[in-house]
């Protein structure tokens, strides 16, 4: 393997990860009650717009068509899936992403307080996935993963 | 709670060093003397983000004191910013090979003139290294996009707005025909710059029950054999498998399809030289449809675009063995390769096509005429010998472009080998190795001279806008 190949997909993952990172420290001030500032309220809005990709994604297949987004509808949804591992039937997981999107609806608009149970179940998720984006942060330093690998290359060793 | 926290102000203050570690690295390759301006501005950009990590594990240790975090969480978030520093290291590794003692200086004026003809802001670097890999690609959009509201944003303002990385293998740096696959990599850039997929992706249909069906198909089969796997996973399969080929799919060969028209045959001529050598013709991934689909549409796109009855017999006959491979169903492996099969049809194809034309400015586009100027002229000039850089009158000659140079190259390569190996010296003759090394000096030299009569042009404008 050769790092070239893998920098597009290495890069979008650090990028993913920092993200993943902040929404996880944002529910963290959140479930101790400090009050959340323009950054927290910014990054839980990103984690409301990632579990709607997660739910698009999830439909996809009933309606497949394809745009620009589904790319990144179907990224969502799989990460949503990993980070929900007990979780096995169809309509369960669409019942825990509306329950979750709720949630971070309710703190990045600030309309609700959402219970701590409920900043918990959020945080967790939110946490599984950022530590799921880390693992595959390091398989590709490590020259493992699915690589964006130019085809033109030939690649020994 | 308290050893977590001392433990991960040790990894910080373990980074950190490692962060002036990378600085002392820095300092030792910026002395080196590289051919191309891009090599300095990754080594500045990795001097510049090393800092502004340092600085971001110090903010870290504010989160650690914050005391918000778990200790898994903590652990995630403090390993995430310290694996920058090997991220670092990657980036150094490419500009190794990218020095004078190194790189195929000749190459670059004449690479970097063309990929500024279609991207003013950007920059090359070639690198060549020990290792059979022939790669390229921009290096600053993605690092820009990582970087988007970090700390380390800002180191992003040393990078040029595109800065392609272009690895070559040592063992093959002469083999300058092979870089008329250049023009797929540009292909990317302007897949992205000109929003492509905005207007290509909603137009490929999707056979809808097919999808339905494969869910059912695979949850049934993998019932019967005793291991189903839960259907809320299967979907997430089936969706990832089925978008991330076609989207990957559908940008790689609409790359190879600006590939033919900023570079004409040379495309097709270099990707099947690379593709023969070491790819499958029925091997695909989930980002690369198989040689064979590629090959199908850059044939089809020659046939549309030029006038290839008109080819030389040689040419046509190689053409033609292509294109009746080409012809032949790829044969795809597992039901998602076959569901994008059967998605990216002819008709497909064509739209792949049309769409690359409206990307590609009319001014870059190569043409049927430059082809036959090109093969009827350079050519014969590259069997006397004459390095084909410049063309018209003594007085008033003007440089010839890159992609003239490798369709007049691969033309000889092609058609004339044999009558090209004749004029040899009987030892330069000795084999077809030596023979073609003969004829990818003289390629080389005609891209040099072609930048050297490049450059002169511009000075004469530079002088006469008073600039030197």
């Known amino acids: 393997m050769h790092t070239e190949h893998r920098f597009l997909d290495l890069a979008e993952s650090f990028k993913n990860g920092f993200l993943l990172d902040d929404i ?54 799989a990460r949503a899936v990993n980070a929900l591992p007990t979780v096995h039937a169809p309509d369960a997981f669409l019942k825990n992403i509306t329950e979750l999107k709720k949630t971070a609806v309710e703190l990045s608009t600030g309309a609700a307080t959402p219970t701590l149970e409920k900043v918990r179940l959020l945080r967790t998720f939110f946490y599984n996935t950022a530590q799921s984006e880390l693992d595959r942060t390091e398989q590709l330093l490590e020259g493992e993963g699915g690589a964006d690998v130019l085809k033109w290359t030939a690649t020994k060793g | 709670m308290d050893s977590y926290k001392r433990i991960a102000k040790l990894k910080i203050q373990a980074a950190q060093e490692r962060a002036h570690a990378v600085l002392g690295e820095v300092a030792r390759v910026e002395n080196k003397v590289y051919v191309s301006p891009g090599s300095q501005n990754v080594v500045e950009f990795v001097g510049d983000a090393a800092r502004r990590i340092d600085g971001r594990l110090e903010m870290e240790q ?52 063309y990929t500024r003809s279609i991207f003013p802001a950007s920059e090359i670097v070639i690198s060549s290294k020990p290792e059979l890999n022939y790669a390229i690609q921009d290096i600053a959009g993605p690092l820009r996009k990582m970087f988007s509201g970090t700390s380390v944003e800002a180191s992003c303002a040393l990078l040029p707005e595109l800065l392609f990385m272009v690895n070559i293998p040592a063992a093959e740096s002469g083999q300058i025909l092979i870089h008329g696959v250049v023009s797929h990599e540009l ?67 609409s790359s190879d399809a600006i590939g033919i028209y900023l570079f004409g045959p040379a495309l097709f001529f270099s990707a099947v030289h690379l593709l023969t050598s070491f790819g499958h013709l029925d091997e695909s991934s989930d980002t690369h ?6 090959v199908k549409l850059m044939i089809r796109m020659l046939k549309q675009l030029y006038t290839v009855e008109q080819w030389r017999p040689e040419l046509q006959s190689y053409l033609a063995d292509w294109d009746s491979v080409s012809a032949a169903p790829v044969k795809g492996t597992n039901p998602y390769d076959q569901l994008a099969l059967e998605t990216i049809n002819d008709a497909a ?73 004749k004029t040899l010296h009987p030892n330069d003759a000795r084999t077809r190795y030596t023979t073609a090394a003969k004829l990818h000096e003289l390629v080389l030299k005609a891209l040099e001279i072609s930048g050297i009569r490049m450059a002169w042009e511009e000075a004469k404008v530079d002088s006469k806008l008073g600039k030197n």
Request: proline content about 6%; overall charge negative.
């Open chain 1, 24 to 77: 996880v420290l944002a529910l963290a001030r959140a479930e101790k009650g400090q009050p959340l500032g323009e950054n927290d309220r910014e990054v839980l809005g990103k984690a409301v717009s990632m579990l709607d990709f997660a739910e698009a994604g999830f439909r996809w297949v009933d309606n497949p068509e394809l745009t620009t987004e589904t790319r990144s509808a179907a990224t969502f949804f």
């Open chain 2, 62 to 113: 504010a989160v650690v004191d914050a005391d918000l975090l778990d200790p898994p969480e903590l652990e995630t978030r403090i390993h995430r910013v310290t694996s920058l520093i090997p991220f670092l290291h990657i980036l150094l590794g490419f500009v190794e090979g990218s020095d004078v003692h190194h790189s195929p200086g000749q190459l670059l004026p004449t690479l970097r003139r």
């Open chain 2, 187 to 253: 292909g990317h850039a302007l897949y992205d710059r000109q929003e492509m997929a905005k207007k290509l992706l909603p137009k490929i249909k999707l056979n809808e029950s097919l999808v339905k069906g494969l869910t059912s198909t695979m949850y049934e089969n993998q019932l019967k054999q005793g291991h189903p796997t839960p259907e809320l996973r299967l979907r997430k399969q089936i969706t990832q498998e089925i978008t991330a080929r076609v989207n990957g799919w559908v940008k790689e060969l």
């Open chain 2, 289 to 294: 449809p198989a040689p064979r689909l590629r």
């Open chain 2, 349 to 421: 194809l064509d739209l792949i096509s049309q769409e690359s034309q409206s990307a590609t400015a009319t001014t870059d586009r190569y043409s049927t005429e430059r082809f036959v100027r090109d093969t009827n002229e350079f050519s014969r000039l590259l069997l006397s010998h004459i390095p084909p850089g410049e063309a018209g009158p003594y007085s008033n000659a003007t440089s010839v472009g890159l992609a003239s140079i490798i369709n007049a190259g691969w033309h000889v390569y092609l058609c004339d080998f044999e009558a090209f190996r």
